[in-house]
């Protein structure tokens, strides 16, 4: 196996829960309103230091979508998901856009976001 090169992220940032590799910058979010299995996604301009899976349809809560599923290169989590393209008009302003799902990252502050056994909200977005 190769040699890992890391792009490292200045200021405030998103990072892997598992291995801590920085995935995307606090300015590049478009939208902390998505949602995902596990709770919050976010939605972002770019991310950094994820490989892609297959490309597949996946029916959504906002129709079908054609999505690559993103991996952590530092650890190989899954962390959400790539919008390659979308089959609804008022969707595609996702395409080219990124979902990294909240509960697989540590916050910009280092936080952990946890979803307790009763289903409560624990960590630095509890209240948004």
């Known amino acids: 196996m190769g040699r890992l090169f890391l792009i490292s992220l200045e200021g405030n940032f998103y990072s892997c829960k598992h291995c801590q590799a920085h995935l995307a910058h606090c300015d590049d979010i478009i939208s902390k309103s998505f949602h995902c299995r596990h709770g ?10 994820v490989t892609y899976g297959e490309k597949e349809e996946r029916m959504m809560m906002t129709g079908v979508h054609v999505v690559s599923d993103m991996f952590c290169v530092g650890c190989g989590s899954m962390v959400g998901w790539k919008y390659e393209s979308a089959l609804e008009k008022s969707q595609k302003y996702k395409e080219g856009k990124f979902i990294l799902e909240r509960f697989k990252m540590l916050g910009a ?13 624990v960590g630095s977005d509890a209240e948004e």
């Open 109 to 121: 502050d280092g936080s952990h976001y946890i979803i307790t056994h009763d289903g409560q909200l």
């Open 40 to 49: 919050k996604a976010y939605l972002f301009e770019k991310v950094v230091n």
